[in-house]
Structures are given as structure tokens and as C-alpha cells.
């Protein structure tokens, strides 16, 4: 057997890999260290200037000085807080009563999940007509309960939960299709012997379904949780972070710090706290997940 025969047999199961692990380096390792050491530099694209090294004068400034990172901090865990809550309440609920047999079910679980696949930034655009003041369906429909018409979008003090709508709207579907996945995989035995016990629905699902479902539910938290709070397309396309800096998310202010701005430096400084920000988040979902799993 040749030299180099032998090396690929007893390294074979490093070459497998070598492949995705190349991949993984340039695609994310590399945009993410790059994007940390431009953090150090005070780097502005509107001018011919040179990049200047500045350490960690961009993080201070994020931190101490920018009244505007803060604000747009406050809004970000806001719109993905409220958000998520409605999203498993309701992506809970609809998970169990699709979970039960019914005429007409497949097309009605076809025509919830339509909103998912949609395009962002054209769900975007329709809401904004329905937001509309004036002519607006959502005002229409107020009226039409007797109940008063809102400004919505256009002002400050419902500019987010109106996008909290928008995202519920768009995002429980895949809540719902998560859990209900996770209820087809629950032991049938349990609810048999509740059922002889005489439990009704509700015990069997505060008592059962919830508990065993709780896992599935941390796993489609993680992943909204972090989707919510990289937020952009909505919220550009609806407001583009008004009206004022209503609506302002990091999201937002990273893009307008970057290229309307033009400071490359800052702006790197920013995303590397806010990835911190999402990776610790994850991390901790994570955590409270294995110990749940752990008191079961």
C-alpha cells in the first residue's frame, strides 16, 4: 500500500469531515473575527481616511455614551419578549387543537401556514395598508366592534405592539408545526390511565401534555427567540425604526450606523455585543432546558 493510501485510511475519518469543517471557517469563523477586529477601528466609508486603531474606545462608547444604543436595546428585548409570549401561548394552543380530528383539518392546517412561507418584506407592504389610519382594514374592523380607531404604526406608543402583531401573525404557524410535531410523539399510555382515573381534558393537559411537551416548547422558544430578536425585514419595510426611533431595534440602528452612517468601527463594535447578547441568550435557554429535562 502506497504512503499516501495509508494516510487516507488512517485519517479517513478526519477527511469526512474536513469538508464541513472548511466550511463552517470561512462562512462564520471568519466573518465573525473579522467583524471583531474591525470593532477596534474607527473606520468611517465616507471619507478616504485610513482605519484607525481605537481598542476598545468603539465598546465604551456603546456602552457609556450612546443614550441611542440603550434605547434601541429596551426595544429589542420588548418586541422579542412580548412577541415570543404570544407566539407559544397561542402556537400552544393551536398545536392542540390540531392535534385532534376534525373534517376539513389538512386544508386548514395548509391555510395557517401560509403566512411562514410568505415574503417579508411583501407581508410588510400589506400590512401597511391595513394599518392605514384612514381607509385601513384594522380601523375598519374596530369601528366595526364600536370600539375606537388607533393610529398603529403611526404612533410612537403602538408602533411596536403593532409589530408584534405582524410577527405573531406571521410566526406562530411555526410554533404550532414545532409542537405539534412534539405532541405526535407523546405515549398514549399516560392519557389511557388518566382517562380511567377519571381526569378531564384540562387535567390530562396541565397535568400531562404540558410536562412532556415542555422540552419541545424550550426548543421552539431558542429558536424564535433568537429569529425575534435578529428582526429587521418587518420592521424595516413597516417603519424603517420610526416614527423618531420608535421602533429603533439594533437591528435597525446596526444598519443605519453602517450604511447611512458610514462608521464601519462602531458598528462592528455593536454587532459583536449583540451576537454576545444572542449567544448568551441561547446559552441560557439551553441551560434551563437540560435542568428541566434533569428534574424529569
Same mark, same amino acid.
Given at each position: ?15 469526512? @469531515? ?19 477586529? =474591525?470593532?477596534?477601528?474607527?473606520? !468611517?466609508?465616507?471619507? #478616504? ?10 465598546? *465604551?462608547? =456603546? ?8 434605547? /434601541?436595546?429596551? %426595544? ?23 392535534? %385532534? *380530528? ?5 386544508? @386548514? *392546517? ?10 417579508? @418584506? /411583501? ?13 385601513g382594514f384594522g380601523n375598519q374592523f374596530l369601528k366595526f366592534l364600536g370600539l375606537e380607531p388607533l393610529l398603529w404604526i403611526a404612533s410612537p406608543d403602538q408602533?411596536?405592539?403593532?409589530? #408584534?402583531? #405582524?410577527? @405573531? ?14 405532541? /405526535? ?13 377519571? /381526569? ?9 401534555? =404540558? ?17 425575534? +430578536? ?37 458598528? !462592528?463594535?455593536? =454587532? ?6 444572542? +449567544? ?8 434551563? %432546558?437540560? %435542568?428541566?429535562? #434533569?428534574?424529569?
Amino acid at each position: 500500500m502506497r504512503p499516501i493510501e495509508r494516510f487516507i485510511e488512517k485519517n479517513i475519518k478526519y477527511i469526512f @469531515v474536513l469538508p464541513a469543517v472548511l466550511f463552517v471557517g470561512i462562512m462564520i469563523v471568519f466573518p465573525i473575527g473579522y467583524t471583531l477586529y =474591525l470593532s477596534f477601528f474607527e473606520w !468611517s466609508m465616507s471619507g #478616504v481616511q485610513k482605519p484607525v486603531w481605537v481598542f476598545m474606545d468603539n465598546y *465604551k462608547h =456603546l456602552l457609556f455614551d450612546d443614550e441611542r444604543f440603550w434605547a /434601541a436595546f429596551g %426595544r429589542t428585548f420588548y418586541f422579542t419578549i412580548a412577541a415570543m409570549m404570544f407566539e407559544l401561548v397561542l402556537g400552544i394552543a393551536i398545536a392542540v387543537l390540531f392535534n %385532534r *380530528k376534525f373534517r376539513g383539518k389538512n386544508l @386548514v *392546517k395548509t391555510l395557517f401556514l401560509l403566512p411562514m412561507v410568505s415574503t417579508p @418584506v /411583501a407581508i410588510g407592504l400589506v400590512w401597511l395598508l391595513i394599518f392605514e389610519p384612514t381607509i385601513g382594514f384594522g380601523n375598519q374592523f374596530l369601528k366595526f366592534l364600536g370600539l375606537e380607531p388607533l393610529l398603529w404604526i403611526a404612533s410612537p406608543d403602538q408602533a411596536i405592539p403593532s409589530l #408584534v402583531l #405582524v410577527d @405573531v401573525w406571521q410566526w406562530t404557524p411555526m410554533i404550532s408545526l414545532i409542537l405539534l410535531a412534539g405532541l /405526535a410523539t407523546l405515549p398514549q399510555e399516560n392519557y389511557e390511565a388518566a382517562e380511567i382515573d377519571g /381526569a378531564n381534558v384540562w387535567q390530562m393537559f396541565w397535568r400531562i401534555t =404540558l410536562p412532556l411537551l415542555m422540552p419541545t416548547i424550550f426548543a421552539a422558544g431558542l429558536l424564535r427567540a433568537i429569529d425575534a +430578536l435578529k428582526t429587521f425585514d418587518i420592521i424595516y419595510a413597516m417603519t424603517q425604526g420610526g416614527p423618531g426611533f420608535a421602533t429603533e431595534t439594533l437591528n435597525i440602528y446596526g444598519f443605519q450606523l453602517g450604511f447611512q452612517y458610514f462608521q464601519l468601527g462602531m458598528t !462592528s463594535a455593536m =454587532l459583536m455585543l449583540f451576537f454576545l447578547l444572542v +449567544l448568551g441568550i441561547s446559552l441560557l435557554i439551553i441551560q434551563w %432546558r437540560r %435542568r428541566l429535562e #434533569v428534574l424529569n
